[in-house]
């Protein structure tokens, strides 16, 4: 499998840039927040808080190292040599870490716990892929923490609305007896199929088939791109940090009977992954960012109310910089990486888990929030 950034010879900001906020007005830039501002700490809840099956968030076991993989996967895009030199301008607290790793799985689904995310997302690329091969590792990983698996369907070679449908029914059977299968109760107890690049096809009349075994959603903030599907999503958290209006979207899906889950993040930046990218990034302003976003997303609904779902981009998206996975306050010195220090006052180690303790009191909040 090739492991270029993404998927494809355009990047996803690129990608997404273009496509993603259709629909949407953005009330400002792609770096209206990028300041030097601090902040208000989050208060962090009890660490066995309950988690919540409407917050998901997207999730990526495409990582190897020579441990577990034979060799390094991902990590040395951009023609870069791990440990110490990662495809990244983060690094993390786990080191250039195995996705098959389960002592590192294990851990992530520790902080995904204390981060409140009750469905994570798994980044997947068709049938016997890397990604399937691992399905099974993090999905006995998940349950163990009680926390769910859906699945993001990724634009692997030759893929077609039919071949969608197909690999829906294999996911469903082959992963639907696992405790750890989400299932929304809410929708008549199917899981979630979230399709990266969803516009890359045109006609999606094939996933009609498949409707009662999964809630297949389409990526794009257009609502004219929605034939066919069960529902709608972002991913995209640059446009997202425009706070754009997406009370049209939420009332048009509660219209028509479709999921909502605007996507957002606490950053992007892939600069290093995608050497000579010119294209902007969006600065975390030590946690403002994020909490600008999730304020925004709770109040975006129609009438201010909060949407169906929301998803975050990302746990361990490191190549674009949207990760909320812990990254070490003492990175390797081979390269200059940037650490969560000042994310919410806090410094050092106790700034490496500042995203997870703020995704778990917004989530908190969101729960709360009327819908």
């Not at 002592?103 to 892929?129: D, E, F, I, K, Y």
Request: hydrophobic share 35%.
């Amino acid at each position: 499998m090739p492991t270029p950034h993404r998927r494809s010879s355009t990047t996803r900001r690129t990608f997404l840039a273009g496509t993603a906020a259709a629909g949407a007005a953005a009330a400002f830039g792609a770096n209206a927040w990028a300041s030097s501002g601090t902040s208000a700490a989050p208060q962090p809840a009890a660490a066995a808080a309950a988690l919540t099956t409407n917050v998901h968030i997207f999730y990526y076991p495409w990582y190897g190292s020579p441990k577990v993989n034979g060799s390094y996967r991902h990590w040395p895009q951009g023609n870069l040599v791990p440990p110490n030199g990662i495809s990244s301008n983060f690094y993390p607290k786990l080191g250039a870490y195995d996705s098959g790793d389960k002592t590192a799985v294990n851990q992530h689904m520790t902080w995904l716990r204390q981060a409140g995310t009750g469905v994570l997302v798994t980044s997947w690329w068709g049938r016997g892929s890397y990604e399937d091969k691992l399905v099974r590792t993090v999905m006995d990983a998940a349950n163990a923490a009680g926390i769910k698996v859906a699945f993001h369907i990724e634009p692997y070679s030759n893929r077609t609305a039919a071949s969608v449908a197909d690999d829906v029914r294999y996911i469903n059977t082959t992963y639907g007896s696992h405790p750890a299968y989400y299932r929304d109760a809410a929708h008549g107890n199917r899981n979630a199929f979230y399709i990266f690049e969803s516009l890359r096809i045109a006609d999606w009349s094939a996933i009609e088939s498949v409707k009662s075994l999964g809630i297949v959603l389409t990526q794009t903030g257009d609502t004219s791109k929605t034939a066919h599907f069960s529902g709608m999503y972002t991913y995209d958290g640059i446009a997202a940090a425009s706070l754009p209006d997406w009370s049209g979207i939420d009332r048009f899906c509660r219209a028509n009977n479709l999921v909502w889950s605007p996507s957002i993040g606490p950053g992007y930046i892939d600069d290093r992954a995608v050497p000579g990218n010119t294209t902007p990034t969006v600065d975390r302003a030590n946690g403002s960012t994020y909490d600008k976003v999730w304020q925004h997303t709770i109040t975006s609904g129609d009438a201010g109310k909060a949407p169906t779902w929301v998803s975050i981009t990302s746990f361990n998206e490191w190549h674009e910089g949207s990760q909320i996975e812990p990254a070490t306050a003492t990175p390797p010195t081979t390269l200059p990486y940037q650490t969560y220090n000042g994310a919410y006052g806090k410094t050092g180690g106790a700034a490496e888990n500042a995203y997870l303790d703020s995704t778990q009191s917004w989530v908190q909040k969101y729960v709360a929030a009327p819908r």
